[in-house]
């Protein structure tokens, strides 16, 4: 069974969780990171140096890097309906995965820590507001991409590029800011919301 190192509050960590219900993979998670702690010992940094988390272990394979295990999953239990194999479709996913993680994630994670992971004297305002604007207009990207009756954010089908992005999804409709009307994406958010993995593994307290 596969062996997922990692809390579940942790976005990248239900990247995983809800790839595994999309692929009907049976795993066991067991908690790390934060105060859960592990990630610092000699056992995890063993398979881990950065010391974060997911850290997957399938049979004596060992993976790290959300978007990476992913992929893995997806090419090892043969599910190319989401990670395809033909080189054209492959771009339009992937370029998706590589977006959440160059720009998507660095301004999303500034708003968590900011408004949930620190006490209201010690916020950075400037720095919130510079990565609420930034957010604005990356989701507005999103909400191009999914004009013209496109329903999911590579084409007509679910991919992982709706897991890699979608994650950040909920959080953006959650976090205490000021949102544009953006009708096509909170559809795709209400899309998602339908599916069993988002259901158990993402639509969660922020914490």
């Keep these: 069974m596969l062996k997922i190192w990692g809390r579940a509050s942790s976005s990248n960590v239900q990247k995983v969780l ?3 219900v999309e692929m009907d993979i049976p795993f066991e998670r067991v908690d790390a990171g934060l105060h859960f702690g592990r990630t610092k010992e000699p056992e995890y940094l063993a ?3 950065n010391a974060l988390v997911p850290t997957v272990e399938d049979g004596k394979v060992i993976i790290w890097e959300s978007n990476t295990i992913l992929r893995y999953l997806a090419s090892t239990r ?8 033909e080189p054209v479709q ?7 995965m590589d977006w959440q993680i160059s720009a998507l994630s660095q301004p ?3 708003l968590l820590f900011g408004y949930y992971r620190m006490a209201p004297e010690k916020r950075d305002s400037a720095a919130i ?6 957010c604005m207009d990356l989701w507005r990207i999103v909400e191009g991409q999914l ?3 496109r329903p999911y954010i590579a084409g007509k089908e679910f991919s992982l590029a709706d897991i890699c ?8 409709y959650n976090y205490p800011v000021e949102r544009a009307e953006t009708p096509h994406l909170r559809a795709w958010y209400d899309r998602l919301a339908n599916r069993l993995g988002y259901k158990t593994h993402v639509l969660l307290p922020i914490s």
């Design 129 to 134: 507001e510079t990565a609420h604007r930034r």
């Design 90 to 96: 492959r771009t339009h996913v992937e370029r998706w």
């Design 108 to 110: 999303m994670a500034v």
């Design 47 to 49: 398979m881990n140096p």
């Design 18 to 20: 809800w790839g595994c």
């Design 78 to 85: 043969n599910h190319q309906h989401l990670h395809p194999i």
């Design 165 to 172: 992005v979608g994650i950040f999804v909920h959080r953006w």
């Design 147 to 149: 004009k013209d009756g």
